[in-house]
């Protein structure tokens, strides 16, 4: 093999190695976008499901249901809002 050759195949090495780092940070960020908005999607979901948990309760006219309902709402949003910005905190990195 000569100088030359090898010199060519370093450089074809090098281009190669590039190629895959920029195609790796692409996956990467697409995957971030992605996990985001599927954060964003679930955040929804869950605000309209807590919603309607608290106005079913308040529905059938009983002050103890829509008490249980509004504490348990209250639960889940603020303990699914510490794993969630973790998770968002996560995925902004």
Request: overall charge negative.
């Amino acid at each position: 093999m000569t100088e030359t050759s090898s010199s060519n195949m370093a450089g074809d090495m090098d281009a190669a190695t590039q190629r895959v780092r920029d195609l790796s940070e692409k996956v990467v960020a697409q995957a971030k976008k992605n996990g985001l908005t599927f954060l964003e999607g679930y955040e929804r979901m869950l605000k309209n499901v807590l919603d309607f948990e608290e106005k079913a309760a308040q529905g059938t006219g009983q002050d103890w249901a829509s008490t249980l309902a509004t504490t348990h709402a209250n639960f889940v949003r603020e303990t699914s809002e510490v794993f969630l910005n973790a998770w968002r905190d996560q995925l902004k990195r």
